[in-house]
């Protein structure tokens, strides 16, 4: 990786990092320049201003949850066993750690105030829902997207509750939370 890309990396990573470590958008580029090792001057070239970094990071954050989907997908067997894997994705220790889940928390903030960062929550949510609905229908039919869409909420709020208390749950325990209530579902359905 040549020098530029390198520093772009290591001012996303410091971006959510001190996100994670002031649990807020209240960051200065400077502050996150400082923890990525280089200079104000340089983030602010290489991004603009503190919005377009913290896009670039949540861009990252979404590439690696997409990654470890993928990931996940690939070696799972029929659709249940398919739905599994995404929740469990979705709870990985890559994905389910402080600072990427004050990242998400501010994500939500933003995204009420840019267009951009809407954009990019909006593409996260489709894709959620579509990953859980196409592999729903075959084991609920036409009640797939209403299943989908409380799965897809209960992720989001997991979430939203670790980040108050972020020793009430796991991602393991939360993984079960939203495979329990996957269950049950289906086994109102019958």
């Known amino acids: 990786m040549s020098a530029q890309p390198q520093r772009k990396q290591q001012l996303v990573e410091a971006a959510i990092e001190e996100i994670g470590a002031t649990g807020s958008l209240n960051v200065t ?4 320049a400082k923890r990525a090792g280089v200079s104000a001057a340089l983030a ?3 991004f603009g201003d ?24 690939v070696a799972s067997d029929g659709p249940r066993d398919r739905l599994d894997a995404i929740i469990r994705a979705s709870f990985s220790p890559t ?6 889940i004050a990242a998400w928390l501010n994500f939500y903030v933003l995204a009420q105030q840019s267009p951009e960062a809407k954009r990019l929550l909006s593409v996260y949510h489709r894709r959620l829902e579509s990953n859980l ?5 075959a084991l609920a039919g036409d009640a797939a997207p209403g299943i989908a869409t409380r799965l897809g909420g209960l992720i989001d709020g997991i979430y939203l509750r670790f980040a108050v208390n972020p020793d009430d749950t796991t991602g393991t325990s939360a993984a079960a939370q939203v495979l329990a209530t996957l269950d049950h579902e289906l086994r109102a359905l019958k």
């Open 29 to 32: 580029v400077g502050r996150i």
């Open 44 to 46: 602010f070239h290489y």
């Open 50 to 73: 503190k919005d377009t970094l913290f896009l670039a990071a949540m861009r990252h954050v979404l590439a690696i949850y997409g990654a470890e989907v993928r990931g996940a997908l």
């Open 95 to 100: 994905n389910f750690r402080a600072e990427v």
């Open 133 to 137: 609905v196409y592999n729903l229908r």
